[in-house]
């Protein structure tokens, strides 16, 4: 935890405030909603006016939404807090919302994603700092591109890294222009506390020491002058225990349940192919295997079996076991050789489901890696939730946490699945030939597509066993991608048909990021290469492969996941990433690497509607992509295999 001091401030600031109201404003209930902007309720976020303290947690604080504090739909519909106040703190690589009505992201000293280099510039007009050492975070600023009504449109602060856990950070904006020109006017609640004028507003009087404290000293030491300030806070991030212990304790609970050897399987169908003429699966094998369930239900749209679902600390019980169905790809390559070969874990795209690795880009990675290759289904984002999924998002985004939820059970499921590969079916006739295994357990490795390259890193990460990754067409997070993917905009739909205000669709990106990070990349950020701390290996590389403008999972995401693991740009680039140093030896670290369609990010945070011509569908079936994971799966290799810059030429 860092610094115990600035996470224990609350009740203290609070004691120590020097405004005659704050006795008043220590004996009044807190608000549901923050007036520093009294424009929308949970403006700016996120904020520590919506944490408590609490000793018990890893940070200090408990997350405190009140009962009407989250967006109400256009029907009197009220979003339930229940599974956001679980956390200790807010998310470690979600967007950062400020409305300032008609902000110019253009502003002279504004950090865009393309020239992140100067988030450390003395006349930048946004900072996010971390409060105990003034460290600044790289970051790029956006305004959201889809509300009709300008004056609505959020102003997005992304960070380019992932934020520390159980860490205060300070966010500072100044000199922002409006859309005509001159400065945009501060949130009156904000101006009150920045001019030490009077207030009878206890809401504001109990959060005027922080500010005199922490958040102007913070920002007065990083260049940002107190008068000139047109918004300013603070936010803790979420603990590491307090955002990882279900899906752990889920993981652990569930591979003690069964056999070391694998849990219960059965085979219910081998097909075997003749092999040339340009075939590349040699045996196409499904089944299923029988696994704890921690689930209400084995069906979509359940959640985590809690003993106390009203209690935010209770335990998570198994609930009976579920049938899990699987696909497993002897490549002819393998049948060939006849020799045990090592082993192919795969994480398919958005709403696939396990049986998709039987066609490309998956099998001619594996054919020519040489490799056993396996899946099953992302329980919780898979084809059988989709309906689910749309119901929620049309009906009561409340229940958000069935995908997490069912997310935490399919991740178990994934390593379950790895256990039995590794074991029981190591023997399996239907993965032998002429009485040769054609398993070597000791070698398993992990290619994500898309969604398995978002959701890749905390599978990866919790592996004891898995040593090489590819993250292909990849990105982390989810809300970093989010409204810059095609892939999201019927979900925009149902939701600007669900809410009047543009401004409440905006935060539901961020508060999805509070529940997408357990299961996902984002809240395993620090755990990527070395994750012994969690189970995991301490010696894991991986290779990124990205199409620039990518019009589903954002190339700027890619760059934050290369950022994140440390990785080195593979040459000939077709451009820099800013933080991702030149690759100097293709046999060890991490590598990213770019192809270049003829695209660019989008100015805005809008898919570009690209269609056919998106590099998300072109790049997994380059006969150059598939060349290179497959090298690096199998040697370590990460050279390039373009002649030059790779290109659909």
Request: proline letters at 8%.
């Amino acid at each position: 935890m860092r610094s115990l001091l600035l996470l224990g401030l609350p009740a203290l600031l609070s004691a120590c405030a020097h405004v005659e109201d704050t006795a008043t404003a220590a004996d009044v209930p807190r608000g549901d909603c923050n007036p520093v902007d009294d424009s929308a309720c949970m403006f700016p976020f996120p904020s520590s006016f919506y944490l408590k303290e609490d000793a018990a947690t890893g940070s200090g604080y408990r997350v405190d939404f009140g009962p009407t504090s989250l967006p109400a739909d256009r029907f009197g519909l009220q979003m339930r807090p229940d599974a956001w106040n679980r956390r200790d703190g807010f998310s470690t690589l979600a967007p950062v919302y400020a409305l300032l009505s008609g902000a110019d992201v253009h502003s002279p000293g504004s950090v865009s994603f393309s020239n992140l280099a100067d988030y450390a510039n003395a006349d930048v007009t946004t900072v996010l700092l971390d409060a105990a050492t003034g460290e600044r975070v790289p970051h790029y600023i956006e305004r959201e591109a889809f509300p009709e009504d300008p004056s609505r449109a959020a102003l997005v602060i992304h960070p380019a890294v992932p934020l520390h856990h159980a860490t205060r950070y300070v966010v500072g904006i100044r000199n922002l222009l409006g859309d005509d020109g001159a400065p945009v006017s501060a949130p009156k609640g904000f101006a009150t506390l920045r001019d030490e004028a009077a207030t009878d507003d206890p809401d504001l009087e109990r959060q005027r020491a922080g500010y005199e404290d922490v958040i102007f000293p913070a920002l007065d030491a990083a260049g940002f002058d107190r008068g000139e300030l047109q918004l300013a806070w603070d936010f803790v991030t979420v603990s590491a225990e307090s955002s990882r212990a279900t899906v752990l304790g889920v993981r652990d609970a569930g591979l003690a349940a069964v056999p070391e050897d694998g849990p219960p399987y059965t085979i219910t169908e081998t097909v075997e192919n003749t092999c040339g003429g340009g075939e590349k699966v040699g045996r196409h094998i499904t089944g299923e295997m029988t696994v704890p369930l921690y689930l209400t239900d084995a069906a979509p749209s359940s959640m985590l079996n809690r003993d106390d679902p009203a209690d935010p600390d209770s335990a998570v019980s198994q609930n009976g076991t579920a049938q899990v169905p699987f696909t497993i790809i002897v490549p002819c390559s393998v049948l060939a050789a006849g020799v045990p070969a090592p082993l192919l874990q795969v994480g398919h795209g958005l709403f696939g489901s396990h049986t998709d690795i039987r066609w490309d880009p998956y099998t001619p990675v594996a054919e020519a890696a040489g490799m056993v290759m396996f899946a099953t289904s992302w329980r919780g984002m898979s084809s059988d939730d989709y309906n689910a999924v749309t119901l929620m998002m049309a009906q009561d985004p409340s229940d958000f946490d069935i995908i997490p939820d069912g997310l935490t059970q399919g991740h178990l499921e994934a390593q379950l699945m790895a256990r039995l590969m590794q074991g029981a079916m190591v023997g399996d006739p239907a993965l032998s030939l002429n009485d040769q295994s054609l398993i070597d357990p000791t070698q398993l490795h992990y290619y994500g597509v898309s969604l398995g390259s978002v959701l890749g890193g905390a599978q990866v990460a919790m592996s004891p066993d898995i040593d090489r990754a590819v993250m292909q067409i990849s990105g982390m997070s989810f809300s970093t991608i989010l409204t810059r993917s095609s892939a999201f905009s019927a979900f925009l739909l149902l939701l600007g048909a669900k809410y009047d205000d543009p401004a409440d669709i905006s935060l539901i990106v961020p508060l999805a990021q509070m529940l997408w990070d357990p299961v996902e990349s984002a809240g395993w950020a620090d755990q990527l290469v070395d994750g012994a701390s969690v189970g995991g290996r301490d010696d894991r590389r991986f290779l990124f492969q990205v199409g620039i403008g990518d019009d589903t999972v954002s190339s700027i995401g890619g760059a934050v996941y290369a950022r994140t693991a440390g990785a080195s740009l593979i040459g000939p680039a077709p451009r820099d990433i800013f933080g991702v140093p030149a690759l100097t030896d293709p046999s060890s670290g991490s590598g990213i690497l770019e192809w270049d369609y003829g695209f660019a990010e989008t100015d805005g945070p809008l898919p570009a509607g690209l269609g056919d011509a998106n590099p998300h569908n072109r790049l997994p079936g380059e006969a150059s992509a598939q060349a290179q994971a497959a090298s690096f799966l199998s040697d370590g290799d990460l050279s390039s295999p373009c002649d030059g810059v790779c290109d659909p030429d």
